[in-house]
Nanobody, 125 residues
Framework: QVQLVQSGGGFVQAGGSLRLSCAAS????????MGWFRQAPGKEREFVAA????????LYADSVKGRFTISRDNAKSTTSLQMNSLKPEDTAVYYC??????????????????WGQGTQVTVSS
């Protein structure tokens, strides 16, 4: 069993930055491919970014490419999402997620093994 605990997020004006973090416990973190989903009000949960087990490969949704950066620290069992140049359409609840199988931009929520508790990100115009 893996527990994912998120921190960060909050309220920011458009063009600003926020950082989300996710701390894992309960299993060998380096065996999991980590990523982030988000869910805006009235919308389905969507893929945002993912990172390979060793951190060498990353994947981003087109909507965040060039603005968001995913990273991980296996020694600390953490993964982070640095969000820059935020837009009002980035407003959503963001979820840390872990899975043992590879991520794709088409990865759906039902393919995820473990979830964080979710963190609200609100970007004002």
């Amino acid at each position: 069993q893996v527990q994912l605990v998120q921190s960060g997020g909050g309220f920011v004006q458009a063009g600003g930055s926020l950082r989300l973090s996710c701390a894992a416990s309960g299993h060998t973190f380096s065996t999991y491919r980590m990523g982030w989903f988000r869910q805006a009000p009235g919308k389905e949960r969507e893929f945002v970014a993912a990172i390979s087990r060793n951190g060498e490969n990353t994947l981003y949704a087109d909507s965040v490419k060039g603005r968001f950066t995913i990273s991980r620290d296996n020694a600390k069992s953490t993964t982070s999402l640095q969000m820059n140049s935020l837009k009002p359409e980035d407003t959503a609840v963001y979820y840390c997620a872990g899975k043992t199988t590879p991520w794709f931009t088409s990865t759906t929520p039902n393919e995820i093994d473990y979830w964080g508790q979710g963190t609200q990100v609100t970007v004002s115009s």
